[in-house]
């Protein structure tokens, strides 16, 4: 299915949409952190360019449209307003209407082969899980239709970052190759930091304790596979089930009802194979033993899903290193080395792992990209 929640940004030639900004501020990453700060920016009056290095947005937000229009997603889904303000004050502000997690129905625990799955009371959870109507891709859409299309550049992967008297140059490779620069006043990477210390070049260098703080911080969802199962209608419920399931047999270890707010049935799990193992086997293999641990678990209607869906992270490189094929620790919120000393007034840090609360979460990622952009106007209205 094709990707959605993603605007139709035109392409401009560089003359015209660098030389309207003097100079901007630079956002580096066209996911959710990127996209609410270039909303923030936006908002407060203040020129920006956003690079993305995907020919989409959403970043590690990937919502596909498999059967009648209606988004599964293959990224994050859920999100907790009750204890996530900022999350649930971003989704209320763009009008999106949201709902919750599916959980009535018992529970299924599947430990020793060869014997049937355990059934348990299932338990409601508090709070609850809520997702987005459409998708998480629906808060893609929504940010970046408030956005100026001239603003946005995809297929834009940034090499190096070099401080510039009083800015920041970047050089960037374009969607058709081409090697070009932007200087700006400042850089905000909205990206993982794993990834920004292994693919982007600093002058002058990042330290060796920054460039290790950044490496050594997981990234949120690059270890991990997700795996959908559509359905003609939710048996399972049907069967006073829950949908969801944990297994220490997988291959998957954890699965949860995915049917979306107008009904059309799904279930979703986390591939529990590590990456390596993963890439050896190949996606095929994986979607077939999925669907018959369905089968083990739900029984023979699940044996024939309308289409099944499939993203593994670890084999992304616009979201992977190679230090994330095994799977490692949640990010630590606030736990994250701040830009060095030389840097620390025009380098800002916008990504979910990059978070004061709420690392490694959606809402971690509006955190971090708010207080980004705040902490850069308030260094601008401070300077001399």
Known sequence: GAAAGGANIPRFPPAIWIARMNPPVLVVGGGLAGLVAAHRLHQAGIDFVLLEARTRLGGRILTVEAVSGEGFD?????????????????VRRLGLPAFEQHSDGDMLFERVRGEPPRRLQGMRQEPPSMRIAGGSGALVTALAAGLPASCIRLGARVTDVTLSGSGVAAGFVDADGGVQRLVASDVLFALPPRLLAVTVEFSPPLDAATARSWRDTPTWMAPHAKFLALYERPFWREAGLSGTAQSSLGPLVEIHDASTASGQAALFGFVGVPAPQRAQYGEAAIVEAA??????????????????????????????????????????????????????????LAGSEAARRDAGYLAGAVEAAEYAVAALIERRVSAP
């Open 291 to 348: 669907v018959r641990q369905l089968v083990r678990l739900f029984g023979p209607e699940a044996c024939a899903p309308r289409a099944t869906l499939f993203k593994d992270w670890a084999a992304d490189p616009l979201t992977a290193t190679a230090d994330d094929a095994q799977a490692g620790e949640h990010p630590v919120s606030g736990g994250l080395a701040a830009a060095p000393a030389e840097w620390r007034q025009r380098l800002w």
């Open 74 to 90: 293959l990224g994050p889904s859920w999100f907790w307003p009750d204890i996530q303000p900022a999350m649930g004050a971003l």
